[in-house]
């Protein structure tokens, strides 16, 4: 390696949700981060966060809305060999937590590549609403199948809400943000 080359960190993943965290407060919005080294298949991670989101928008806890619960890291898509389905671990995950959110009112999220590209598609992530859920099945396609199938790139794309930024040229991990209205 050369002595005279120098090095500077730019970015890291805390330093993404740092900049999230006081966006949020700006807006009045309390932010809880659950760390920027999340692990695990996106679809139980999806699972999990949404029963935090659920208590946190029923019960106040583990923190009370409006709120924003920040998680970075990257999550993991295991794929059976004859896997045809299209997406990535941000739109699985995404697919996975509005499953277990079920239509709850006032939960909204996020969740993207930082690179701009979530697995091998075109779309970083994409977004949550109250209605995911019913638009997907208005569409004509099943939300579970599609999951089943990892499939959750045709979930989105088939409502709108699949987020595409193109290549950002960076990459600090995964960024997920659950808005708690």
């Known amino acids: 390696m050369p002595t005279d080359l120098e090095v500077r960190l730019i970015a890291s993943p805390s330093m993404a949700l740092d900049?999230?965290?006081?966006?949020?407060?700006?807006?009045?919005?309390?932010?809880?981060?659950?760390?920027d080294a999340?692990?695990?298949?996106?679809?139980?991670?999806?699972?999990?966060?949404?029963?935090?989101?659920?208590?946190?928008k029923t019960k106040g806890h583990?923190?009370?809305?409006?709120?924003?619960?920040?998680?970075?890291?990257?999550?993991s898509v295991s794929l059976p060999k004859d896997s045809t389905g299209r997406g990535g671990r941000n739109t699985e995950f995404l697919l996975s937590l509005a499953i277990g959110l079920d239509g709850v009112k006032g939960v909204w999220a996020i969740a993207g590549d930082t690179d701009g590209?979530?697995?091998?598609?075109?779309?970083?992530?994409?977004i949550v609403t109250p209605d995911t859920l019913t638009r997907i099945a208005a569409s004509g396609v099943a939300p579970r199948s599609v999951l089943a199938?990892?499939?959750?790139?045709?979930?989105?794309?088939?409502?709108?809400?699949?987020?595409?930024?193109?290549?950002?040229?960076?990459?600090?991990n995964d960024i997920r943000a659950i808005l708690i209205g």
């Open 117 to 126: 590209i979530d697995g091998a598609e075109d779309a970083a992530g994409a």
């Open 62 to 75: 583990p923190i009370n809305g409006p709120a924003v619960i920040l998680s970075g890291g990257e999550t």
């Open 19 to 35: 900049a999230a965290t006081q966006v949020a407060r700006e807006e009045g919005i309390a932010p809880i981060i659950l760390g």
């Open 38 to 56: 999340l692990q695990g298949e996106a679809r139980e991670v999806g699972t999990v966060l949404s029963g935090i989101a659920i208590s946190a």
């Open 149 to 172: 199938r990892h499939d959750s790139y045709s979930a989105f794309s088939a409502i709108g809400d699949l987020v595409v930024t193109g290549p950002t040229l960076t990459n600090v």
